[in-house]
Structure formats: structure tokens, C-alpha cells
């Protein structure tokens, strides 16, 4: 069993990194963050708070006393910022860094150093002054070192460049391609052997990421990528962006040598970046197969929620709740097998009181049930809720009502269960989003801040 710390792992690279990981016998994750608000706190059931931020002073010192406390192994970086302080500060951590060398984080983290290396080899987009006669009409600026579209903004003269540059010296004014937009991921092993090379249409983006993409294969990725391999020494995951020109021209946008957002994408069809990454870094020769079968991947805004909720026991509806349209309600069964692995007591509670059991078998069902209650219809359901700390769930309101008037216990509708199923399993969080069991909070007290928080 290998330890592996994810460092920020409320990332979207932190969060596929777990995604990746998380069902694996042999790895066990540790997630680090220095932002109390992330994501990160509700999926890792390992979660450390309050770690500094890599521009500060005592980050390495705090890093190496978690590395300590959780025996971890190795660090993977999951931010571009961290990837090359981890990069740069290798030979002082007391594990070692998954990723590329040092050289490789520099250079690929400007985007200007990025295409003066591969300018000569690869089609990169043009750069110009403002002061340039031939200055694009439109023209795009993008920061220097930056990820994604934060920072970015298409202007229409050098006037209107000049004044996002007085506010972001960093900008760099490229020329405007026009055309799709595709990310090819990679993975190269420690004997330096680029080893898989896939690509995806980013189809569509938000906010700079993209949340909509599907495999694409164009036989010039391979090309430009063994033209970016030979140039720089990657190991572990990394990926580059390309954008069509007008003509239409694949033109080289970035080179990341982290895990990015979507490769997820892959992993679904077999080829798991990050996990290879780990065992890779373990010295471990491993094996590269993708399987073929058409798979688009789309993204949106998940949500987890915190509640200051305990209870021992389920008591839940079967027509129109646990059975929905003819069909098990796979939502419900989540919740109750998240029940039984938490040891809380599962009660059918239902007006059928013909043929019960002959249904819960039909679907399957029985075994999952402790007890299974029939209640007359001329009965309310709230005299057969005598277990203490119980909850209930059901699609009628009156009968939700009804229970919560006479006994006071939280009732819970269909739509209402998305805030009961838990990515962690080792319990509820509260509602500040602080996990009830104890949570490792790393002292900043004695930290300087030196620079911009990544």
C-alpha cells in the first residue's frame, strides 16, 4: 500500500486525481489543501487543512511534518504552481514528487519560454507588440504563466491592448485563431517512453476548462507530440493544447507536464494517467492498453452537502420511493447500501399490504431491508417509527408531514436525497463544511506570505 498526498486536492486536477485513485487496493490518498473552502474536504476521507501555500516561507517545512505524520510516499501535484515548486524543492521533501524535472516545470510554466523552445520545430501562434504596424485586428492576450482563460481577453486594437496591459503587465498579445480546439494528453514512463498519446476535442469550455470533449484522432498529435517529447524530459502525466488556425493549422497553445482536468475521458476507456503515474513512480514497469469504443464525456457542477445530521435509522416508502416508474430507485438503494456499510438500521415502511415480500424479491430487495413494516391505510405511518434517531423518506408530503408533526424527526423527500449520499466514507460533515472526524490542521501562525496565493 502505497500513501500518496494530492496537493491542492480541491483542483479539478485534485479531484480527478481521486476520482482515478480512490478504488485502488494499492494506493491510499491523503488530500492537502490551503484553502479552507474546497471541494476536496467532502471526497477525501484523509483530508489535511491549512496547509501553506507554496510561496511560503515554512510550506516545506509543514509539507514534510504531513509527509511525516501519514508516512506518505509520494506527492502529486495537482496545480501548475505547486508542480514546479514541488519540482524545485525535491531534494528537500521526504518523499518524492510524481512528475517531470524541474527544467521541464520552468519552461513549460511560460508560455513565452514554452514556444521560444519549440518555435523552431512546431507551429506556435505569433506574437506581437503594440507598437507593431502589423499589430492582428483582433488579437488575443493571455497571461504569460497562467492556466486556463483566467486573465485572457480578445482586443481590437493596440490602444484597447494597451490598456489590459497597464492593469496586467503580464499579458502577452498573440495572434486570434479562429479554430477547434483540442488537448491531447500523454503519459511517459521512467524509462523516458512516451507510452500513450491520446486526443479530444474540446467541444465545449467553461471558464477555460473544457467540459464537453470526446476523442479525436488526427495522426499529426502523435507528430507534435514526439516533437515535444524529444524536447523536454517528461515523466508521469502531461498533455498540450492546440488550436486550429484559419488555414486550418494545428497550432501549439501550451505544454502542461501535470494531470489534466478531463483525463478522465481516457481513463474510461482503460488507460488511467494518474494511477499509472504512481506505479510508475514506484520504479514499477507497467502495461498501456486503451480499449475502442465510442465515449464523449460531459462535466458539470456537482454538489455535496454538509449537514449536523446523526441517525441510527432509515425508515423509507417503497411504491413511488424505493420502487419509482416500475423500476428500483438506484438513488434510494445508493443511500441505504451507504446505510449498511455505516451499520444505521434500514426499515421498509409502506401501505402495500398485498404481496410485500413477493415485490421486495421480484427486485430484489429483501436482503437489504432489516425489517419490513405494513401500515394500514387508516393508520399513520408515525406509529410505526418507534426506533430513536430515525429519519424518514417518502414521496407523499402529507405522510412526510404528518411524521415530522408527531414526532418531530427529519423527513426527507426524493429530490432531498442527493444531501445524504456522502463521497467520504467516514461520516457527515457539519455544515460549515468541517468533517466531524478529526481533521489535521497545519499552524500558519509563523508563516510569512511572500508573493501571490496561487
Known amino acids: 500500500m502505497m500513501n500518496v498526498l494530492v496537493f491542492p486536492c480541491g483542483s479539478e486536477i485534485g479531484l480527478e486525481i481521486h476520482r482515478a485513485v480512490r478504488f485502488s487496493r494499492h494506493v491510499s490518498l491523503v488530500g492537502a489543501s490551503s484553502v479552507s473552502s474546497n471541494h476536496g474536504r467532502y471526497v477525501y476521507n484523509r483530508y489535511v487543512d491549512g496547509l501553506p501555500f507554496v ?225 510508475d513512480a514506484a520504479d514499477m514497469d507497467v502495461d498501456v492498453f486503451q480499449s475502442e469504443y465510442p465515449i464523449r464525456m460531459d462535466r458539470a457542477l456537482d454538489q455535496r452537502f454538509a449537514m449536523d445530521l446523526s441517525f441510527d435509522h432509515v425508515y423509507i416508502d417503497l411504491d413511488d420511493t424505493l420502487i419509482l416508474n416500475g423500476q428500483v430507485n438506484v438513488t434510494a438503494v445508493a443511500f441505504l447500501y451507504q446505510c449498511r456499510n455505516r451499520r444505521i438500521g434500514i426499515h421498509l415502511l409502506t401501505r402495500c399490504v398485498e404481496d410485500v415480500e413477493s415485490r421486495l424479491e421480484n427486485f430484489r430487495l429483501r436482503s437489504l431491508l432489516d425489517t419490513v413494516l405494513c401500515a394500514p391505510k387508516s393508520i399513520p405511518k408515525s406509529r410505526y417509527i418507534t426506533k430513536p434517531k430515525a429519519i424518514f423518506i417518502d414521496d407523499s408530503f402529507a405522510e412526510r408531514k404528518e411524521v415530522h408533526d408527531s414526532l418531530g424527526i427529519p423527513t426527507f423527500a426524493l429530490d432531498m436525497l442527493e444531501s445524504l449520499l456522502r463521497e467520504r466514507d467516514d461520516g457527515d460533515l457539519l455544515p460549515s463544511g468541517e468533517p466531524k472526524a478529526p481533521v489535521d490542521q497545519a499552524a500558519t501562525d509563523d508563516c510569512v506570505k511572500v508573493g501571490r496565493k496561487q
Not at 108 to 135: H, I
Not at 188 to 205: K, N
Request: aromatic content about 10%; some cysteine.
Open 55 to 279: 510561496d511560503e516561507f515554512c510550506f516545506l517545512q509543514k509539507l514534510n511534518e504531513v509527509v511525516d505524520r501519514y508516512d506518505i510516499d509520494f506527492v502529486f501535484p495537482a496545480h501548475d504552481s505547486v508542480a514546479l515548486a514541488l519540482a524545485r524543492a525535491a531534494g528537500e521533501l521526504r518523499c518524492k514528487v510524481i512528475g517531470s524535472p524541474v527544467r521541464t516545470c520552468e519552461v513549460c510554466r511560460s508560455k513565452s519560454a514554452t514556444y521560444a523552445a519549440l518555435g523552431s520545430s512546431l507551429r506556435v501562434p505569433l506574437a506581437f507588440s503594440v507598437d507593431s504596424p502589423d499589430f492582428p485586428r483582433p488579437a488575443f492576450l493571455k497571461p504569460d504563466v497562467g492556466q486556463g482563460s483566467k486573465g485572457t481577453c480578445m482586443v481590437q486594437s493596440p490602444e484597447e491592448a494597451q490598456f489590459f496591459l497597464k492593469k496586467d503587465p503580464s499579458l502577452i498579445a498573440l495572434e486570434y485563431l479562429p479554430g477547434r480546439e483540442f488537448t491531447v494528453d500523454c503519459f511517459t514512463d521512467r524509462h523516458r517512453q512516451l507510452r500513450f498519446v491520446g486526443g479530444r476535442r474540446r467541444v465545449r469550455t467553461s471558464g477555460g476548462i473544457s467540459v464537453d470533449t470526446a476523442p479525436f484522432d488526427d495522426p499529426r498529435f502523435r507528430s507534435i507530440a514526439e516533437t515535444i517529447h524529444s524536447a523536454f524530459c517528461f515523466r508521469g502525466p502531461w498533455f498540450f493544447q492546440l488550436k486550429e488556425t484559419a488555414l486550418p493549422e494545428l497550432a501549439l497553445l501550451e505544454v502542461a507536464p501535470r494531470v489534466s482536468g478531463c483525463m478522465g475521458l481516457f481513463r474510461n476507456l482503460g488507460v488511467n494517467i494518474p494511477l499509472l503515474s504512481i506505479f
